[in-house]
T-cell receptor, first 113, second 114 residues
């Protein structure tokens, strides 16, 4: 069975600090997809990134970066020089081929001014 | 731009009432989903649909039903609302294969059952 673990329930950092959100997944499939979503206080989940299991390249998008490591079954998300607007709940998610997406329980991130 | 619209942001109903939550998407997406979000439990899938008039049970379908008569609209129905169905309900849509495409979410409906 597929499973997603976000061990950090809640994190607080001071603005401009870097912060990493951990995501560990379990799957028996060789083909699978990983996602990150952001849920700001307004409530709407916003898609951030998708990665398939055959693409282990790390990705950078502005202050956001993702580190995908199949050896440790992790897909961690780092925010560099955090800003107050980054405060949100972040969800990691996994899907296997021909199956629905399973979400982790989320990490609530507080960026303190 | 992608748009998923849920009919209400906040809704208060009484135990035993039949409750309808409506979701409309304007992206011509094949797939639509209903989740509930509870503190400490994350998002849990209630039902999804990959085509008009098609529906599939998710992880927690008990106490719920759905209707997809038109491609753009996916309704969640609480046949006889109970207090344990007080929650945030999120609708989403996606195109292509259910598993590998990102989902686009509505703003959510915060439902309280008294």
């Amino acid at each position: 069975a597929q499973k997603v673990t976000q061990a950090q329930t809640e994190i607080s950092v001071v603005e401009k600090e870097d912060v990493t959100l951990d995501c560990v997944y379990e799957t028996r499939d060789t083909t699978y997809y990983l996602f990150w979503y952001k849920q700001p206080p307004s409530g709407e989940l916003v898609f951030l990134i998708r990665r398939n299991s055959f693409d282990e390249q790390n990705e950078i998008s502005g202050r956001y970066s993702w580190n995908f490591q199949k050896s440790t079954s992790s897909f961690n998300f780092t925010i560099t020089a955090s800003q107050v607007v980054d405060s949100a709940v972040y969800f990691c998610a996994l899907s296997e081929a021909d199956d629905k997406i399973i979400f982790g329980k989320g990490t609530r991130l507080h960026i303190l001014p | 731009d992608v748009k998923v619209t849920q009919s209400s942001r906040y809704l208060v109903k009484r135990t035993g009432e039949k409750v309808f939550l409506e979701c409309v998407q304007d992206m011509d997406h094949e797939n639509m989903f209903w989740y509930r979000q509870d503190p400490g439990l994350g998002l849990r899938l209630i039902y999804f649909s990959y085509d008009v008039k098609m529906k599939e049970k998710g992880d927690i379908p008990e106490g719920y039903s759905v209707s997809r008569e038109k491609k753009e609209r996916f309704s969640l129905i609480l046949e006889s609302a109970s207090t344990n169905q007080t929650s945030m309900y999120l609708c989403a849509s996606s195109t292509g294969t259910v598993s590998n495409q990102p989902q686009h979410f509505g703003d959510g409906t915060r439902l309280s059952i008294l």
